[in-house]
């Protein structure tokens, strides 16, 4: 395991015993999270229907593609349900896709999002040969050492608004993780990093 784990209080373990983090499993790299959750000993569903959003304590919106997404959102209703858990304090993390489907607008592509997060992103937004690309990131919030960001088709922050915490650039300047209350999404994979510290930031939000 790369780095440490930020959930360290003994309070912070006696909370995390009883979380239940769900997982939106309609469409993309849900298993990955999951897994990321087993290995931090906290309970993760699959979430399919909306009535499984009941008693969770966070929801993670997994990265695949956010216009299938978001079509299989429309055709199961989570829509409505997922905006009002969204805009009620509760703890969702959006990564790549994920961060597509919470922005408030996409420029360069006409849809509909949930539009809980007060920012604009750019899809697909690294151009065609650099689709792909791997980077150490500076993320100061998850400690000195950089975070391996997986980034695939991935899109980035391209204005926030005044509530919305940038948490990490590239070394051109591009925002790429962004924190709103407990609204946490990052354009890159956390997922597939071998690397335990960006899902612990995020529980922090749920605690
Ligand atoms: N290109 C995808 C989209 O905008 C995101 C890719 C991903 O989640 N890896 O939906």
Request: include cysteine; aromatic fraction near 8%; charge should be negative.
């Given at each position: 395991?790369?780095?440490?784990?930020?959930?360290?209080?003994?309070?912070?373990?006696?909370?995390?015993?009883?979380?239940?983090?769900?997982?939106?499993?309609?469409?993309?790299?849900?298993?990955?999270?999951?897994?990321?959750?087993?290995r931090l000993g906290i309970e993760a569903l699959p979430v399919r229907l909306p009535g499984e959003l009941d008693g969770l304590?966070?929801?993670?919106?997994?990265?695949?593609?956010?216009?299938?997404?978001?079509?299989?959102?429309?055709?199961?209703?989570?829509?409505?349900?997922?905006?009002?858990?969204?805009?009620?304090?509760?703890?969702?993390?959006?990564?790549?896709?994920?961060?597509v489907c919470l922005a408030k607008q996409v420029s360069n592509y006409e849809m509909e999002t949930l539009a809980v997060m007060?920012?604009?992103?750019?899809?697909?937004?690294?151009?065609?040969?650099?689709?792909?690309?791997?980077?150490?990131?500076?993320?100061?919030?998850?400690?000195?050492?950089?975070?391996?960001?997986?980034?695939?088709?991935?899109?980035?922050?391209?204005?926030?608004?005044?509530?919305?915490?940038?948490?990490?650039?590239?070394?051109?300047?591009?925002?790429?993780?962004?924190?709103?209350?407990?609204?946490?999404?990052?354009?890159?994979?956390?997922?597939?990093?071998?690397?335990?510290?960006?899902?612990?930031?995020?529980?922090?939000?749920?605690?």
């Amino acid at each position: 395991m790369v780095g440490r784990v930020y959930l360290s209080s003994s309070v912070a373990d006696r909370e995390k015993l009883h979380m239940k983090i769900g997982v939106l499993a309609l469409q993309g790299s849900f298993i990955e999270h999951m897994r990321v959750m087993q290995r931090l000993g906290i309970e993760a569903l699959p979430v399919r229907l909306p009535g499984e959003l009941d008693g969770l304590d966070g929801l993670i919106i997994p990265g695949g593609e956010s216009t299938t997404m978001l079509s299989l959102m429309k055709s199961f209703r989570f829509i409505q349900p997922l905006k009002e858990l969204a805009q009620s304090e509760f703890p969702v993390l959006g990564t790549c896709a994920g961060m597509v489907c919470l922005a408030k607008q996409v420029s360069n592509y006409e849809m509909e999002t949930l539009a809980v997060m007060d920012i604009v992103v750019r899809r697909n937004a690294f151009g065609r040969q650099i689709d792909s690309f791997e980077a150490e990131l500076p993320v100061p919030a998850l400690g000195d050492e950089p975070f391996h960001a997986v980034f695939i088709r991935a899109p980035f922050i391209e204005k926030a608004g005044s509530q919305v915490e940038i948490l990490a650039k590239l070394s051109d300047g591009t925002a790429v993780v962004a924190r709103q209350g407990k609204l946490v999404v990052a354009a890159f994979h956390p997922e597939l990093a071998n690397d335990l510290r960006f899902h612990s930031y995020f529980l922090e939000a749920v605690i």
